[in-house]
């Protein structure tokens, strides 16, 4: 177990040091000159020549990549091309808003989702199998941004029942931030809770085919119990999967999210530092979602040695 467990560790690395290397020669081609976006459109050539030299972007552009990877690898994601804030700093205070955000809706979606899943599979092809089936297909080809403006349109302007935005903190107001994230976090999990609905549907009805299952209902356990503490575990090892992918998805998505409902978070971070062409800002906030995504996936590969029968 401690051997698999390096093995994923060290591929980990791997894959996060050649994702730097992606981010940063992708940030470096971002069009414009942020010399240009400091100084304004009437500043000379020379002073755009000497931010360039202040800044470090006059060097090769293999230099910069291992210049900042030394500083990344010291704990110094470096500072923003247009203050005085840390790239540590400016995430530390988005952080949070795009965490809650992501982890309620996974929560949600694992939750109802699998739900929703279990009662599909208990008759397969039958009228309410078949309407959940059909509104999974809706849920996972509607678009979540679009959702999440029609969710404004009817419980925040007609009806009056939710905020639109103005996220607010927990530790501020308890009872306004649960409000002020009730929609945000149901347009992002609708996707995952069709998604994980029909992964789970599809896996606990092939898992009540197997071998074991008919062996142990042949030994007269409860229908109930095997159901609970057989099938749905063996049937979890798909879902988990289902689960790990939907974690990328959702910080994609928390982009969109985070600009409809303006939530102060992480993906409006990228956003706004994208705009301005802050690739400092840029690549500490990029490196650092790819760190979470490595992190999740080595968690989901590592959980299949728990869920899987064969190894218990």
Not at 188 to 197: D, F, R, T
Not at 225 to 245: E, F, Q
Not at 253 to 277: D, K, N, Q, T
Request: proline share 4%; glycine share 6%; net charge neutral.
């Amino acid at each position: 177990m401690a051997r698999e467990i390096l093995t994923r560790l060290l591929s980990s690395l791997l894959v996060l040091w050649l994702v730097s290397i992606i981010v940063f020669m992708l940030t470096a081609l971002i069009p414009g000159d942020p010399a240009l976006t400091i100084l304004g459109e009437n500043a000379t050539p020379e002073q755009i020549a000497e931010i360039n030299a202040q800044l470090g972007l006059d060097q090769p552009l293999v230099v910069r990549y291992f210049q900042w990877l030394a500083a990344v690898m010291s704990g110094d994601l470096g500072q923003s091309l247009f203050s005085s804030q840390t790239v540590a700093g400016a995430i530390a205070s988005r952080i949070t808003p795009t965490v809650e955000l992501i982890l309620f809706a996974l929560v949600l979606s694992l939750l109802i989702g699998t739900a929703v899943g279990v009662i599909s599979s208990i008759k397969p092809r039958s009228f309410l199998d078949r309407a959940i089936q059909t509104l999974s297909s809706v849920g996972i080809a509607v678009p979540n941004f679009w959702l999440g403006a029609m969710l404004i349109a009817i419980f925040s302007i007609s009806l009056a029942w939710l905020p639109s935005g103005d996220y607010t903190a927990f530790g501020d107001d308890p009872q306004r931030w649960a409000r002020s994230l009730t929609l945000p976090v149901i347009a992002l999990a609708a996707g995952g809770i069709a998604e994980i609905a029909r992964q789970s549907r599809a896996s606990l009805i092939d898992v009540q085919e197997m071998e074991f299952v008919r062996t142990l209902k042949a030994k007269g356990l409860d229908p109930v119990t095997i159901k609970l503490r057989h099938v749905l575990r063996s049937a979890m090892i798909p879902v988990v999967t289902v689960a790990g992918l939907q974690v990328n998805r959702l910080f994609g998505l928390s982009v969109l999210i985070e600009a409809v409902f303006r939530i102060p978070g992480i993906g409006s971070l990228l956003v706004s530092s994208v705009f301005s062409r802050d690739i400092v800002m840029v690549q500490g906030t990029v490196l650092l979602i790819t760190c979470v995504v490595i992190a999740v996936n080595l968690v989901v590969d590592l959980s299949y040695r728990w869920l899987n029968p064969k190894t218990v």
